[in-house]
């Protein structure tokens, strides 16, 4: 995968910002949320969608310059 060959990571920050916008749409505590969402594995998956957003902006900038 691209993301890996490039060692793309996603920042605990931002992560955190994307749980704190879904816990006000949800009305659920920050660590509720990230309780339940690390049980049912969707804190992975949110994590790896923002790492594929990260890289589609990358390569974006990349071919854009």
């Not at 691209?2 to 990571?9: L, R, W, Y």
């Not at 804190?43 to 854009?64: N, Q, V």
């Amino acid at each position: 995968r691209i993301a890996d060959a490039e060692n793309v990571t996603v920042a605990e920050e931002n992560v955190e910002k994307e749980l704190e916008g879904i816990s006000l749409q949800m009305r659920e505590p920050v660590e509720t949320l990230r309780t339940r969402l690390t049980e049912d594995g969707s804190l992975a998956r949110i994590r790896e969608r923002l790492r594929r957003e990260k890289m589609g902006a990358l390569l974006y900038e990349r071919l854009a310059s």
